[in-house]
C-alpha cells in the first residue's frame, strides 16, 4: 500500500490553521496514524486510529479520515510546531509511511 | 512509563553485518510488538518489519527479506534487528518502536546511527 502525502512542503506563520493529506493507494479503514519528526530526534506519535489524540499531544492537532483519504488538521501553529509530517498505516503489512510533510516558517 | 534504549552507533564495512539492539523497560514486552524503522541522512522514514516476541512472528519488508533478521530475548526485554551484506546505501538511523494494537507506533528508541563506509 502506498501513501502519498501533499504537499511535500509548506510554509506557514505562527495562528495559521494547516492541513496535510495523506492518500493510500487502497483501503485502510481508519488504521492511520500521523507522526511528529523534529531534526535529530526520533518520531512522536501525535494520532492513531486515524482521529484518536494521543495522551499529551495538543488538541490544537486532530486527525481525520476513513478508507482512503486522511487529513491531519493543526487549528493555531505554534512556533514549536515547525517539524517534519509523517502518516503510517497499520492495515496491511508493510507498515508503510508517506514520504513526510516539511512545515517551515514562513 | 514505557522505555525503548538502543545499543551505540556503529561503523560497518561493505559486505558485512550489523545487529542493534532495543531493551524494553515500563511496558508487556512480550505481548505488544516491536517493529524497526530506518531513515537515511536527509531521507523519509522507512518500516523494515517488526516482531511479536510472545508469539516469535515475524513480518519483513519485502525489499529486506533474506537480509534482515529480527530477534528478541523474552528474559531480558531486549529486541534485536540483524542486517547483512551492508552497502552504503544501508547508511541510516535505525529506531525501534512499539506497537501495542491502537495503530500507532506509541513509544520510539533514540536511534541508532549504523554508517557503512569502507
Known amino acids: 500500500i502506498q501513501l502519498t502525502q501533499s504537499p511535500s512542503s509548506l510554509s506557514a506563520s505562527v495562528g495559521d490553521r494547516v492541513t496535510i493529506t495523506c492518500r493510500a493507494s487502497?483501503?485502510?479503514?481508519?488504521?492511520l496514524a500521523w507522526y511528529q519528526q523534529k531534526p535529530g530526534k526520533a518520531p512522536k506519535l501525535l494520532i492513531y486510529g486515524a482521529s484518536t489524540l494521543q495522551s499529551g499531544v495538543p488538541s490544537r492537532f486532530s486527525g481525520s479520515g476513513s478508507g482512503t483519504d486522511f487529513t491531519l488538521t493543526i487549528s493555531s501553529l505554534q512556533p514549536e510546531d515547525f517539524a517534519t509530517y509523517y502518516c503510517q498505516q497499520l492495515n496491511t503489512y508493510e507498515y508503510t509511511f508517506g514520504q513526510g510533510t516539511k512545515l517551515e516558517i514562513k | 512509563h514505557v522505555q525503548l534504549v538502543q545499543s551505540g552507533a556503529e561503523v560497518k564495512k561493505p559486505g558485512s553485518s550489523v545487529k542493534v539492539s532495543c531493551k524494553a523497560s515500563?511496558?508487556?514486552?512480550?505481548?505488544?510488538?516491536i517493529s524497526w524503522v530506518r531513515q537515511a541522512p536527509g531521507q523519509g522514514l522507512e518500516w523494515l518489519g517488526r516482531?511479536?516476541?510472545?508469539?516469535?512472528?515475524?513480518n519483513s519488508a519485502q525489499n529486506y527479506q533474506g537480509r534482515v533478521t529480527f530477534t528478541a530475548d523474552k528474559s531480558t526485554s531486549t529486541a534485536y534487528m540483524e542486517l547483512s551484506s551492508l552497502t552504503s546505501e544501508d547508511t541510516a538511523v535505525y529506531f525501534c518502536?512499539?506497537?501495542?494494537?491502537?495503530?500507532?507506533?506509541?513509544?520510539w528508541g533514540q536511534g541508532t546511527l549504523v554508517t557503512v563506509s569502507s
Open positions: 515500563g511496558g508487556t514486552f512480550s505481548s505488544d510488538s
Open positions: 518502536a512499539r506497537y501495542s494494537g491502537n495503530y500507532g507506533l506509541d513509544y
Open positions: 487502497q483501503g485502510i479503514k481508519n488504521y
Open positions: 516482531i511479536i516476541p510472545m508469539l516469535g512472528i515475524v
